[in-house]
């Protein structure tokens, strides 16, 4: 963990030989009774010596072909940081409304 607090600028997710934005405005992801769960949007502001989760929005990913991998590049503090991850687990619908589900309590 950094002693400096670091701001996410843009989340951009490899799709084919493109890079594709995360979404500038909060999304509604889940709506129950009175409470909304929206998505997160840049700039994403990380606290010093912290850790912080954020629920991320891509649209427009026409031809998207999830693989083994999946390519994100990170612009933090004005520096760009690629990263290739494996894909673990996809959660299906239920669980993605389970899981927004905690962001309402």
């Known amino acids: 963990m950094s002693s400096r607090p670091s ?8 799709n084919q030989n493109e890079y594709v934005e ?15 769960c929206y998505s997160d949007c840049t700039p994403l ?4 010596r912290s850790a912080k989760e ?3 929005v891509f ?14 590049s ?6 760009e ?8 687990l996809i959660l299906d619908g239920d ?3 389970m899981a927004m589900n905690i962001r309402l309590t």
Do not use: M
């Open 7 to 14: 701001t996410i600028t843009n989340i951009l997710l490899k």
């Open 22 to 36: 995360s979404t500038w405005c909060p999304v509604i992801l889940l709506k129950s009774g009175q409470k909304t």
């Open 45 to 48: 502001n990380v606290p010093s």
């Open 54 to 56: 954020f629920i991320i």
């Open 59 to 72: 649209q427009y990913l026409q031809g998207f072909k999830l693989e083994d991998t999946i390519t994100f």
């Open 74 to 79: 990170f612009i933090i503090d004005e520096r």
């Open 81 to 88: 940081i690629n990263k290739t991850l494996p894909v673990k």
């Open 95 to 97: 669980q993605a409304a």
